[in-house]
T-cell receptor
Protein backbone atom coordinates (compact mmCIF):
# COMPACT_ATOMS: atom_id res chain seq x y z
CA UNK A 1 0.00 0.00 0.00
CA UNK A 2 1.46 3.28 -1.12
CA UNK A 3 1.31 5.96 1.52
CA UNK A 4 2.55 8.60 -0.91
CA UNK A 5 1.32 8.69 -4.48
CA UNK A 6 2.44 10.69 -7.46
CA UNK A 7 -0.16 9.65 -9.98
CA UNK A 8 1.45 11.25 -13.02
CA UNK A 9 4.59 9.38 -14.07
CA UNK A 10 5.41 12.15 -16.53
CA UNK A 11 4.53 15.72 -17.44
CA UNK A 12 5.51 17.80 -20.44
CA UNK A 13 5.22 21.60 -20.55
CA UNK A 14 6.44 24.43 -22.74
CA UNK A 15 9.20 26.72 -21.58
CA UNK A 16 7.76 29.76 -19.83
CA UNK A 17 4.54 28.05 -18.82
CA UNK A 18 3.58 26.74 -15.39
CA UNK A 19 4.44 23.20 -14.30
CA UNK A 20 2.21 21.67 -11.64
CA UNK A 21 3.34 18.48 -9.97
CA UNK A 22 0.98 16.68 -7.62
CA UNK A 23 1.33 14.35 -4.67
CA UNK A 24 -1.28 12.64 -2.51
CA UNK A 25 -0.74 11.00 0.85
CA UNK A 26 -2.87 8.78 3.03
CA UNK A 27 -1.66 9.31 6.59
CA UNK A 28 -2.88 12.43 8.36
CA UNK A 29 -0.01 12.07 10.83
CA UNK A 30 2.49 13.23 8.21
CA UNK A 31 3.62 16.66 9.30
CA UNK A 32 6.42 17.74 7.00
CA UNK A 33 6.49 17.73 3.24
CA UNK A 34 9.38 18.16 0.84
CA UNK A 35 10.10 18.16 -2.86
CA UNK A 36 13.31 16.79 -4.31
CA UNK A 37 14.62 17.04 -7.85
CA UNK A 38 16.71 14.30 -9.41
CA UNK A 39 18.81 14.39 -12.55
CA UNK A 40 20.00 11.13 -14.15
CA UNK A 41 22.99 9.54 -12.41
CA UNK A 42 22.80 12.00 -9.53
CA UNK A 43 21.27 11.82 -6.08
CA UNK A 44 18.08 13.75 -5.32
CA UNK A 45 18.59 17.37 -4.32
CA UNK A 46 16.39 19.18 -1.87
CA UNK A 47 14.17 21.79 -3.50
CA UNK A 48 11.56 23.16 -1.12
CA UNK A 49 9.62 22.12 1.95
CA UNK A 50 6.53 22.98 3.95
CA UNK A 51 5.36 22.07 7.42
CA UNK A 52 1.83 21.11 8.29
CA UNK A 53 1.17 24.43 10.00
CA UNK A 54 1.39 26.27 6.69
CA UNK A 55 -0.49 25.96 3.43
CA UNK A 56 1.96 27.68 1.11
CA UNK A 57 5.69 28.22 0.85
CA UNK A 58 7.37 30.12 -1.93
CA UNK A 59 11.01 30.21 -3.04
CA UNK A 60 11.68 32.05 -6.26
CA UNK A 61 10.04 30.20 -9.13
CA UNK A 62 8.98 27.34 -6.88
CA UNK A 63 5.87 27.29 -4.69
CA UNK A 64 4.59 24.38 -2.66
CA UNK A 65 0.94 24.20 -1.66
CA UNK A 66 -0.44 21.95 1.05
CA UNK A 67 -4.13 21.02 1.38
CA UNK A 68 -4.31 19.04 4.59
CA UNK A 69 -8.00 18.25 4.40
CA UNK A 70 -7.49 16.72 0.97
CA UNK A 71 -4.11 15.23 1.92
CA UNK A 72 -2.71 16.79 -1.21
CA UNK A 73 0.56 18.51 -1.95
CA UNK A 74 1.55 20.30 -5.12
CA UNK A 75 4.63 21.98 -6.54
CA UNK A 76 4.25 24.88 -8.95
CA UNK A 77 7.15 25.98 -11.10
CA UNK A 78 6.68 29.23 -12.96
CA UNK A 79 8.05 30.10 -15.39
CA UNK A 80 9.31 26.64 -16.32
CA UNK A 81 12.79 26.40 -17.83
CA UNK A 82 14.44 23.57 -19.81
CA UNK A 83 16.89 23.09 -16.93
CA UNK A 84 13.96 22.13 -14.73
CA UNK A 85 13.62 18.90 -16.70
CA UNK A 86 14.19 16.16 -14.10
CA UNK A 87 12.36 13.63 -11.95
CA UNK A 88 10.57 15.24 -9.02
CA UNK A 89 9.91 13.27 -5.86
CA UNK A 90 7.64 14.31 -3.05
CA UNK A 91 8.73 13.16 0.36
CA UNK A 92 6.72 13.24 3.55
CA UNK A 93 7.89 13.11 7.12
CA UNK A 94 5.96 11.14 9.68
CA UNK A 95 7.25 12.76 12.81
CA UNK A 96 8.43 10.62 15.64
CA UNK A 97 12.09 10.42 16.47
CA UNK A 98 13.61 9.20 13.24
CA UNK A 99 12.50 11.87 10.77
CA UNK A 100 12.25 9.18 8.13
CA UNK A 101 10.95 10.31 4.76
CA UNK A 102 8.47 8.33 2.70
CA UNK A 103 8.69 9.10 -1.01
CA UNK A 104 6.42 8.87 -4.00
CA UNK A 105 7.57 7.16 -7.20
CA UNK A 106 8.39 10.44 -8.86
CA UNK A 107 7.17 12.44 -11.85
CA UNK A 108 9.40 13.03 -14.86
CA UNK A 109 9.06 16.67 -15.91
CA UNK A 110 10.13 17.64 -19.41
CA UNK A 111 10.24 21.34 -20.25
CA UNK A 112 10.37 21.86 -24.01
CA UNK A 113 12.18 24.91 -25.42
CA UNK B 1 32.05 22.16 1.06
CA UNK B 2 31.97 18.47 0.30
CA UNK B 3 28.63 16.79 -0.10
CA UNK B 4 27.66 13.21 0.63
CA UNK B 5 29.89 10.77 -1.20
CA UNK B 6 29.31 7.12 -1.93
CA UNK B 7 31.50 4.36 -3.24
CA UNK B 8 31.65 2.52 -5.47
CA UNK B 9 29.53 4.35 -7.99
CA UNK B 10 28.80 1.11 -9.80
CA UNK B 11 29.05 -2.47 -8.65
CA UNK B 12 28.39 -5.61 -10.65
CA UNK B 13 28.42 -8.83 -8.67
CA UNK B 14 27.44 -12.42 -9.12
CA UNK B 15 24.44 -13.84 -7.35
CA UNK B 16 25.43 -15.25 -3.97
CA UNK B 17 28.38 -12.94 -3.39
CA UNK B 18 28.56 -10.37 -0.58
CA UNK B 19 28.85 -6.65 -1.31
CA UNK B 20 29.72 -3.65 0.82
CA UNK B 21 28.60 -0.14 0.00
CA UNK B 22 30.13 2.91 1.61
CA UNK B 23 28.74 6.33 2.50
CA UNK B 24 30.62 9.40 3.69
CA UNK B 25 28.09 11.94 5.02
CA UNK B 26 28.48 15.69 5.20
CA UNK B 27 30.78 16.61 8.04
CA UNK B 28 28.81 17.41 11.18
CA UNK B 29 25.65 15.65 10.08
CA UNK B 30 24.60 13.33 12.87
CA UNK B 31 21.70 11.65 11.08
CA UNK B 32 22.33 9.22 8.22
CA UNK B 33 19.83 7.32 6.08
CA UNK B 34 20.03 4.55 3.52
CA UNK B 35 17.44 4.27 0.76
CA UNK B 36 17.23 2.24 -2.39
CA UNK B 37 15.53 2.87 -5.68
CA UNK B 38 14.59 -0.12 -7.77
CA UNK B 39 13.68 0.28 -11.43
CA UNK B 40 10.44 2.21 -11.79
CA UNK B 41 10.03 2.61 -8.06
CA UNK B 42 10.34 5.47 -5.62
CA UNK B 43 12.90 5.81 -2.89
CA UNK B 44 12.52 3.01 -0.37
CA UNK B 45 13.73 3.66 3.19
CA UNK B 46 16.14 1.04 4.55
CA UNK B 47 17.72 2.23 7.79
CA UNK B 48 18.37 5.34 9.87
CA UNK B 49 21.35 6.17 12.08
CA UNK B 50 21.54 8.83 14.75
CA UNK B 51 25.20 8.97 15.63
CA UNK B 52 26.43 5.39 15.62
CA UNK B 53 23.19 3.77 16.69
CA UNK B 54 20.41 2.62 14.39
CA UNK B 55 17.09 3.15 16.14
CA UNK B 56 15.12 2.34 13.01
CA UNK B 57 16.05 -0.68 10.90
CA UNK B 58 12.49 -1.30 9.84
CA UNK B 59 13.17 -0.91 6.14
CA UNK B 60 15.83 -3.58 5.78
CA UNK B 61 14.24 -6.13 3.42
CA UNK B 62 15.80 -9.25 4.94
CA UNK B 63 18.45 -10.43 7.39
CA UNK B 64 20.91 -10.50 4.48
CA UNK B 65 21.06 -6.72 4.81
CA UNK B 66 23.01 -5.03 7.59
CA UNK B 67 24.55 -1.64 8.16
CA UNK B 68 26.89 -0.01 10.58
CA UNK B 69 28.23 3.42 11.26
CA UNK B 70 31.46 4.23 13.03
CA UNK B 71 32.78 7.43 14.58
CA UNK B 72 29.48 9.12 13.85
CA UNK B 73 30.61 9.44 10.27
CA UNK B 74 31.19 6.75 7.64
CA UNK B 75 28.54 4.10 7.15
CA UNK B 76 28.64 0.80 5.33
CA UNK B 77 25.70 -1.17 4.02
CA UNK B 78 26.42 -4.87 3.59
CA UNK B 79 24.35 -7.26 1.53
CA UNK B 80 25.17 -10.91 2.00
CA UNK B 81 24.44 -13.65 -0.53
CA UNK B 82 23.15 -11.14 -3.06
CA UNK B 83 20.07 -11.95 -5.11
CA UNK B 84 18.96 -10.51 -8.43
CA UNK B 85 16.14 -8.62 -6.74
CA UNK B 86 18.77 -6.68 -4.81
CA UNK B 87 19.70 -4.88 -8.03
CA UNK B 88 18.93 -1.21 -7.46
CA UNK B 89 20.49 2.18 -6.84
CA UNK B 90 21.43 2.48 -3.18
CA UNK B 91 21.30 6.06 -1.92
CA UNK B 92 22.72 7.48 1.25
CA UNK B 93 21.54 10.76 2.77
CA UNK B 94 22.56 12.77 5.78
CA UNK B 95 21.00 15.57 7.77
CA UNK B 96 21.99 17.84 10.62
CA UNK B 97 20.04 15.94 13.24
CA UNK B 98 18.84 19.20 14.79
CA UNK B 99 16.69 22.00 13.48
CA UNK B 100 15.66 21.20 9.92
CA UNK B 101 15.73 17.50 10.53
CA UNK B 102 13.76 16.53 7.48
CA UNK B 103 16.10 18.17 5.00
CA UNK B 104 18.24 15.32 3.85
CA UNK B 105 21.17 15.66 1.49
CA UNK B 106 21.74 12.75 -0.83
CA UNK B 107 24.83 11.23 -2.32
CA UNK B 108 25.01 10.20 -5.99
CA UNK B 109 24.18 6.58 -5.19
CA UNK B 110 25.72 3.20 -5.87
CA UNK B 111 24.21 1.28 -8.76
CA UNK B 112 24.26 -2.40 -7.83
CA UNK B 113 23.71 -5.03 -10.49
CA UNK B 114 23.45 -8.67 -9.46
CA UNK B 115 23.93 -11.06 -12.35
Amino acid sequence: DQQVKQNSPSLSVQEGRISILNCDYTNSMFDYFLWYKKYPAEGPTFLISISSIKDKNEDGRFTVFLNKSAKHLSLHIVPSQPGDSAVYFCGVGSGGSNYKLTFGKGTLLTVNP
Amino acid sequence: GAGVSQSPSNKVTEKGKDVELRCDPISGHTALYWYRQSLGQGLEFLIYFQGNSAPDKSGLPSDRFSAERTGGSVSTLTIQRTQQEDSAVYLCASSLGTGRLYEQYFGPGTRLTVT
